[in-house]
């Protein structure tokens, strides 16, 4: 089902380039239908952990929307995450989040943040 009669552009990634332990993550972008036929569209935000204490997968999935576009219409975007959609489950079974520079990674755009505090297991 991820035929499309039609096609879509991003443009305006907006990351926070510092993020505080505590704060949330507030992601936007723009999502035009280049096209002339209405059409749904899913956007899915990636986000990648470019240095863990253990080996980290290439990107995962923190965010997901399906949305219904009519010809030539944009909507701004937003994700939210925090400290805990960037946590990973250590082998004692513990979640685990660690300080450090990510990337979102949202269709063709991408840009890196830093999450600074401190390295809490079980957080």
Request: glycine share 6%; aromatic share 10%.
């Amino acid at each position: 089902h991820g035929l499309s009669y039609t096609t879509f552009s991003y443009s305006d990634l907006n990351v926070p380039s510092k993020i505080n332990w505590n704060d949330q993550i507030i992601i936007t972008l723009n999502v035009r239908n280049t096209g002339s036929r209405q059409g749904d569209h899913s956007i899915l935000l990636y986000v990648s952990d470019l240095y863990r204490t253990v080996t980290p997968p290439n990107k995962e999935l923190k965010g997901y929307q399906k949305l219904s576009f009519a010809p030539n219409e944009q909507k701004q975007i937003q994700f939210t995450l925090d400290r805990h959609d960037l946590s990973f489950i250590r082998i004692d079974l513990t979640r685990q989040t660690e300080p450090g520079l990510f990337t979102v990674t949202v269709g063709n755009l991408s840009a890196n943040f830093t999450l600074v505090g401190e390295d809490q297991s079980g957080s």
